[in-house]
């Protein structure tokens, strides 16, 4: 069984979708990541997706945009959003769902949104799935960049492939600059430094880091 982790870019504005594109384009907040997402059959899909940033201005774009049928949203104990929405589809995504129907291959969640308003996707499957997979083309609109593929490993071997880039960047400049030694050399300031972000989302990096290394160990 093998994995191959893809950087799914749009290559003409910022998103697959209008919702994706408007939240790619707005300062104040970021699309972390889609959880969940399931195919209704209507034109319509369900997401569970992860936010960082202004939640209200989340809610404003959500509320401006056509596409969108429903959506509530919740905010965890650190400040996160998680929001449950269903939306119309588009040609784009479309064919995106009707391409994950033809292959036999099982997508990885979550799918890490990128901060141009690409994902970042690992499929899971045999020899033989991949290799149908090649025969299709490019989907139109998109460019796709394979990252990294090897043997699926389901326990710790694949630990670090829990996180996204940007989380093992971070991670591996905490260690590097000394904030994981004891006594702690380095405070999130110089972690910021290190990968050119502000000390509060280094703050919140390291925290999704904790959080899905330490769960992935006792879960």
Not at 5 to 21: A, D, I, K, N, Y
Not at 39 to 45: K, P
Request: with cysteine.
């Amino acid at each position: 069984m093998r994995y191959v982790t893809l950087l799914v870019s749009p290559t003409e504005g910022q998103g697959f979708h209008p919702v994706g594109e408007a939240i790619a384009r707005d300062p104040d907040v970021t699309g972390e990541a889609i959880h969940r997402m399931n195919d209704l059959g209507d034109g319509t899909v369900t997401l569970l997706t992860e936010l960082s940033g202004d939640v209200d201005r989340y809610r404003e774009i959500m509320t401006d945009t056509p596409e969108v049928r429903e959506f509530t949203v919740a905010v965890d104990d650190e400040g996160h959003g998680w929001a449950y929405s269903r939306v119309e589809t588009n040609d784009l995504v479309e064919y995106m769902l009707a391409r994950g129907r033809d292959l036999e291959l099982v997508r990885d969640m979550p799918i890490e949104l990128t901060e141009r308003g690409g994902q970042r996707v690992t499929l899971i499957g045999t020899e033989a799935a991949f290799a149908t997979a090649a025969e299709f083309d490019e989907p139109p609109g998109y460019e796709i960049t394979v990252e990294k593929t090897g043997e699926y490993h389901p326990e710790g071997g694949r630990l670090l492939d829990a996180l996204t880039a940007r989380q093992r960047e971070v991670l591996e400049a905490a260690v590097a600059v000394g904030y994981y030694e004891a006594p702690r050399e380095a405070t999130h300031e110089d972690v910021a430094d290190a990968v050119g972000c502000s000390p509060a989302t280094a703050g919140e990096h390291l925290q999704k880091v904790e959080r899905a290394v330490f769960g992935a160990l006792v879960g």
